[in-house]
């Protein structure tokens, strides 16, 4: 949901979404009247507590090394969570890329955001786009996106029944740094939470959790910046018995 940086003038920076917070239990009717979501169950080992969803964004400074830090949240629309992965990217202008889900109280239908934040010894600028959605706005969730060429961004978005629609993943491409968005379209990618990486000879690379047998991790590649992807040949990395065994939120590193 968040990711950290390093000014040129040596101050640091954190941002990203709130995400999830522990309410008392008493409290219930207030988050619902709010209308934001409430878990089902209390937190591991917390029977007085609830998550409630939260609809912030954060900013936070620190210039000297972490001891003391400054804070600014942005409200975002209302809705019952408002919620990331982190999976940002940083573009050659150094605006920062961050991919959003928001979902209704009752978790029903939801919306993709985008934020570009653009920031600087003394200030930041916050940036809120949506990606076009289905007609009842029931299909996609967690996302990732990659810099395929100037200004160009391909994204793609967990679908599966739980999230509106049949296991594989949709894509949605920006041609303005992330600005606006394309409908997003059906791959053959079958599974979540994707994570994409750009390899040091300039395929795309995508791991994400494989949730139908066999469970576990798995990566596909593109050699045409995210067009196609070889589906007909997945990398399975990692292997588990049991669809509980792992919550395959995968990321990779090079």
Known sequence: DRMELTLPDGSWVALG?????????????????????????????????????????????????????SRREIELPAAGWTLGL?????????????????RSHDALRGHLLVARVSVDSDSERFRIHSVPRDLEGRVGSESAIAEVGPDQLV???RADSLRGG????LTSWSE?????????????????????????DGRLLCTYGHHVAPFGVRAVISSDGGQSWETDAPIQI??????GDGAFHPMTVQ
């Open 17 to 69: 979404a709130v995400g999830w917070q522990a309410w008392n239990v008493e409290d219930e009717p207030k988050a619902r009247e709010q209308g934001r979501y409430v878990t089902a169950v209390s937190p591991p080992g917390q029977p007085g507590l609830i998550g409630v969803g939260t609809n912030t964004m954060f900013i936070q400074r620190s210039s000297d090394q972490g001891g003391t830090w």
């Open 86 to 102: 982190p999976r940002n990217i940083r573009l050659a202008d150094g605006t920062i890329v961050m991919p959003l889900r928001q």
């Open 155 to 157: 994204m793609l978005i």
């Open 166 to 169: 049949d296991g594989r993943m």
């Open 176 to 200: 303005d740094g992330g600005r606006s968005w394309t409908v997003p379209l059906g791959t053959e990618i079958n599974g979540w939470a994707p994570h994409l990486l750009t390899l040091n």
């Open 238 to 243: 990692v292997t588990v018995e049991e669809h």
